[in-house]
């Protein structure tokens, strides 16, 4: 008993709770199917890799913001284009991330844009990548606010730590110039350091709504682009085509 309490001390101190909770339980395993100390230490260290593995992704998934509901299992992908649906399939490897490429989906509003880059996003955390997920005009504000007391750059710099942000509705608040700047000065600060991943019912050629002058549009234009994955999404809104559905069952 006093070695057991010592052996549950000891692995506490050293922050191994897979092997306090486990230990137990896999030594009687191990007593009765004969296994060496090798195969035991091995049980033990594989279960806490694994809770580790699962509390991180726990983590991530707190931290990133992701909308719970909008996962790949509740997307319905068969309305996807042929060719997104490939374009789709490279990015949840996740390879993009290191040549801090962007995802750039445009398409009508209800189309499934924020959907699907919020579902590729919950894949990624799987992954263990860290990604946070912001509506456009609250990061703007949150830029604004930073901005004004002197600490943008310390914002943005706490925003490099996500491999993918995502950034939902580019346009669909139009700002004054203040926020096209703040929102500009993001695009520069991360281009070809981390990657974006940016929803917009707006085609590039409607961008200078956003940037409000053609050559801060070009350069903004300029950022995101270059080295860029494109997703048109030319589709109808999902929510009227369920209602249309619903409405035709009812008949």
């Not at 260290?45 to 809770?51: A, F, G, I, N, W």
Request: glycine share 4%.
């Amino acid at each position: 008993m006093a070695v057991n309490t010592a052996l549950t001390t000891a692995l506490r101190q050293l922050a191994l709770p897979a092997f306090v909770e486990h230990s137990t339980s896999q030594a009687a395993l191990a007593t009765t199917e004969g296994w060496p100390y090798e195969r035991y230490l091995l049980a033990l260290s594989e279960l806490e890799v694994q809770e580790r593995q699962e509390r991180k992704v726990a983590r991530l998934q707190r931290e990133s913001k992701l909308p719970r509901e909008k996962t790949w299992a509740a997307f319905d992908r068969s309305r996807l284009p042929r060719a997104v649906n490939r374009q789709v399939d490279a990015l949840l490897e996740g390879d993009f991330l290191e040549r801090s490429e962007n995802v750039l989906a445009f398409g009508n509003p209800g189309s499934g844009k924020t959907h699907l880059l919020c579902a590729v996003g919950h894949e990624l955390v799987l992954r263990g990548r860290r990604v946070g997920f912001i509506e456009c005009a609250l990061l703007v504000q949150r830029l604004l606010r930073e901005k004004r007391d002197l600490a943008l750059e310390k914002e943005l710099k706490r925003l490099d730590k996500y491999d993918a942000l995502i950034i939902d509705d580019i346009g669909y608040v139009q700002q004054n110039r203040d926020e096209m700047e703040v929102l500009f000065t993001l695009l520069s600060h991360r281009y070809e350091r981390r990657s974006l991943m940016i929803t917009s019912n707006l085609v590039f050629s409607e961008w200078e709504k956003i940037f409000k002058d053609p050559m801060t549009t070009a350069a903004a234009i300029d950022r995101v682009i270059h080295h860029s994955v494109i997703l048109e999404l030319n589709l109808s809104s999902y929510r009227m085509d369920e209602a249309k559905n619903a409405k035709r069952r009812k008949k």
